[in-house]
């Protein structure tokens, strides 16, 4: 009897170390049928592009990125969850690009058209006012124009080059100069520079006198017309607001309007707060944009709140940015900040709103064109 109860107690043993293993094999089966690891569904739920492109950062020719872009927090890790608003996409609209404007002598040409081969959704806005051009900061000097200009066309000869886009923000006599019919600086910025979209700032802010802005409308028509190339865009505040309603009774196609919040008053509360971002204007065909009173802490919340406002899902809309890229260092002068520049970049990513850019237009800018909008 008791060598038989050895022997079911061995029998027992080698039972249960086979539902072990059967066990273990169940298991490796049950982790098979539920996919990947969270992790690797994480990996997977990223854009491709985002990833191709935020790859190559530390290979990239952009110096002025290469620290944040090697340092950037994993996009692997888990979110802390604060809000739900904070991790959904935004809808409702399509986004055309992020104007980054105030480029000056503070960030070198090479360094701009770097990040323009890396994300295609990235715009950069120069300044022009006569008085003012290579003497404050945003305004580019003539000098740094040339080097622009250079590098432009160093990079078309090597035969790799992807569209790099530029727009001129016109102010002062330069403005006032397009509103009375002068196309001829707006023509050397389109064949000699590639600029594709130009702004008219016609604001006091901006050095123009704004009382009168109707008595344009015929001779600035003419040279939208002219220019059929080039995108106009007109900077919409309470001053050039009649001048905008004028110009949609015969909108041309290459007219866009861009929304500006103006700053408050001196003295007023700064929170005087959330700025308010009208509707674009009902007419689809043209192009919209919002700017003013944006910064990088704001900008994941104003494009939510431009989304709501569009409500649009085929409504291409841009955001321009500009007093929110500057910094002012210990013992520096007011200068553009890349690591703000690649904040930017970053949320419209996390955003997944990069898209596509129109088709290279025919004649001497094409190579700077953008791609088709599907």
């Not at 590639?194 to 604001?203: A, E, K």
């Not at 700025?275 to 689809?284: A, E, F, S």
């Not at 899902?313 to 002012?328: F, K, N, Q, T």
Request: charged share 25%; hydrophobic share 35%.
């Amino acid at each position: 009897r008791v060598r038989r109860a050895r022997a079911v107690v061995a029998g027992g043993g080698s039972a249960l170390g086979t539902g072990a293993v059967g066990m273990a094999s169940g298991g490796a089966a049950l982790a098979e049928a539920e996919g990947p690891s969270e992790e690797a569904r994480s990996a997977e739920q990223r854009p491709g592009e985002a990833k191709e492109k935020l790859s190559r950062g530390s290979t990239s020719r952009c110096q002025g990125l290469q620290h944040q872009l090697r340092h950037r927090p994993h996009r692997d890790k888990p979110p802390e969850k604060v809000s739900s608003s904070d991790s959904e996409p935004v809808h409702g609209f399509k986004f055309s690009f992020l104007c980054l404007s105030g480029v000056d002598d503070s960030v070198s040409p090479r360094t701009l058209c770097d990040i323009s081969q890396e994300f295609s959704f990235v715009e950069w806005g120069v300044n022009f006012r006569a008085e003012k051009q290579g003497k404050e900061p945003r305004y580019a000097s003539l000098a740094w124009l040339r080097q622009l200009r250079e590098e432009i066309d160093r990079r078309q000869q090597t035969g790799k080059f992807a569209p790099i886009h530029f727009a001129a923000h016109l102010g002062g006599e330069y403005c006032v100069d397009v509103m009375k019919g002068d196309a001829s600086l707006v023509r050397t910025l389109w064949e000699d520079y590639g600029f594709l979209r130009v702004q008219l700032s016609p604001t006091r802010a901006h050095g123009v006198n704004s009382t009168q802005l109707r008595k344009y409308l015929s001779t600035l028509r003419s040279v939208i017309v002219a220019l059929p190339q080039v995108e106009f865009v007109l900077e919409v505040t309470k001053e050039s607001r009649g001048l905008s309603i004028a110009l949609m009774d015969e909108p041309q196609p290459n007219l866009a309007f861009l929304f500006c919040c103006e700053e408050p008053a001196k003295g007023a509360e700064a929170s005087a707060s959330t700025p308010v971002r009208p509707p674009p204007c009902p007419h689809p065909g043209i192009h919209v944009g919002y700017g003013g009173r944006m910064t990088v802490e704001s900008l994941n919340g104003e494009l939510r709140r431009i989304a709501t406002t569009v409500n649009d899902p085929h409504r291409a809309v841009w955001v321009d940015l500009e007093a929110g890229l500057r910094s002012i260092g210990p013992g520096k002068q007011d200068e553009f900040d890349l690591g703000k520049v690649w904040a930017c970049i970053r949320i419209i990513f996390d955003l997944g709103l990069p898209r596509p850019r129109p088709m290279p237009l025919e004649g001497p800018a094409a190579a700077a064109a953008p791609p088709a909008q599907p």
